[in-house]
């Protein structure tokens, strides 16, 4: 099973917006809707952002937002702040009853 | 709250076992899907294997089928990893990832160092 495919990084100014992309297959991120995204600040355990393609965990802000077309999934940020300055990564359920992730986007705020 | 613990990580040589535990507490272990997830050494994360909440169903990536199993005793809300024919390429942090839904990992702990080296 090959990583979805993410941007190694994007970087954005305090109050812009970003979106990080995602791509798979019809085996993973086009066949279903179980694609979450994940937060990891360095020498943290990663944070879950968004399930199910655009849902939100109790506890997360409202300006992290989730959505997919056909095989790429996106998740966005709107009013960028200091704090969001971390690793992404998608992950998707497969075909093959397994779970794979992207190789993760480095977000910088600038 | 919600807080799993791993532990069972520390150095071994090529070939060699290590058996990883987390310990569950805070939330119902045997009403949530397990998974442990590992990142290499400043690289992403790689999903290894699944355990629903009875223990019944099981799944494994390719690259540690055959030499990984994976088990969890909800007497005593914990699971495990039993990590046989290592390699140098499974040296990662190992995370224990819970969930009440199976689609995601809502749960994570701090995570637990295996390094494998002559």
């Known amino acids: 099973q090959s990583a979805l495919t993410q941007p190694a990084s994007v970087s954005g100014s305090p109050g812009q917006s970003i979106t990080i992309s995602c791509t798979g297959t019809s085996s993973d991120v086009g066949g279903y809707n179980y694609v979450s995204w994940y937060q990891q600040h360095p020498g943290k355990a990663p944070k879950l952002m968004i399930y199910?393609?655009?849902k939100r965990p109790s506890g997360v802000s409202n300006r992290f937002s989730g959505s997919k077309s056909g095989n790429t999934a996106s998740l966005t940020i709107s009013g960028l702040q200091a704090e969001d300055e971390a690793d992404y990564y998608c992950?998707?359920?497969?075909?093959?009853?397994?779970?794979?992730f992207g190789g993760g986007t480095k977000l910088t705020v600038l | 709250q919600v807080q799993l613990v791993e532990s069972g990580g520390g150095l071994v040589k090529p070939g060699g076992s290590l058996r990883l535990s987390c310990a569950a507490s805070g939330f119902t272990f045997s009403d949530y899907y397990m998974n442990w997830i590992r990142q290499a050494p400043g690289k992403g994360l790689e999903w290894v294997s699944y355990i629903s909440r009875s223990g019944s169903t099981i799944y494994y990536a390719d690259s540690v089928k055959g030499r990984f199993t994976i088990s969890r005793d909800n007497a005593k809300n914990s699971l495990y990893l039993q990590m046989n024919s290592l390699r140098a390429e499974d040296t990662a942090v190992y995370y224990c990832?819970?969930?009440?839904?199976?689609?995601?990992?809502?749960?994570w702990g701090q995570g637990t160092l295996v390094t494998v080296s002559s």
């Open positions: 199910d393609v655009s």
């Open positions: 992950s998707s359920y497969t075909t093959s009853s397994t779970w794979v």
């Open positions: 990832a819970s969930s009440s839904s199976s689609s995601l990992f809502r749960y």
